[in-house]
């Protein structure tokens, strides 16, 4: 009986250490975002960098090519540890110009939810799920 209960013990100090891990984790890529305000959106098969610039009082104006978007963005923590936090941003003007991939469609008055995953040397994952399986673009620091 003692033995199980020690198994049990060290059981829950591990799950715990890795409940606190994945939280941390968490709260750093939000921070690391926060760190800096200008951000480029790096997309495969494509030259063109957006520009992202992430105001501290939740603003966001993106830049793409021709177009210009402003918007509001927020973060959600997800109380489950094994999903990701996310970033909202809504669109709410759109000069309807060309962006990085052609499109000159008016994004104004719609939002998008982009799920955020740490990667190597700063980068910042969009993931379309909340368990960052599809992760195609990343945000980089820009200076």
């Not at 402003?70 to 970033?87: C, E, H, K, R, V």
């Amino acid at each position: 009986m003692r033995n199980f209960q020690v198994i049990a013990t060290l059981f829950l100090s591990t799950l715990c250490a890795i409940t606190s891990q994945t939280q941390a984790q968490e709260l750093s890529v939000v921070e690391t975002l926060k760190q800096h305000q200008h951000w480029g959106l790096i997309q495969p098969g494509i030259a063109c960098v957006e520009q992202y610039q992430f105001k501290p009082n939740g603003e966001v104006s993106i830049q793409s090519l021709q177009e210009r978007v402003t918007g509001t963005y927020q973060y959600i923590i997800s109380p489950n540890d094994f999903q990701l936090p996310a970033m909202v941003i809504h669109f709410e003007t759109d000069n309807q110009k060309p962006d990085c991939t052609g499109s000159s469609v008016n994004q104004a008055g719609t939002s998008t939810t982009n799920f955020l995953k740490k990667g190597a040397d700063q980068k910042i994952y969009f993931c379309d799920d909340a368990l960052g399986k599809n992760c195609s673009v990343y945000l980089r620091p820009e200076h």
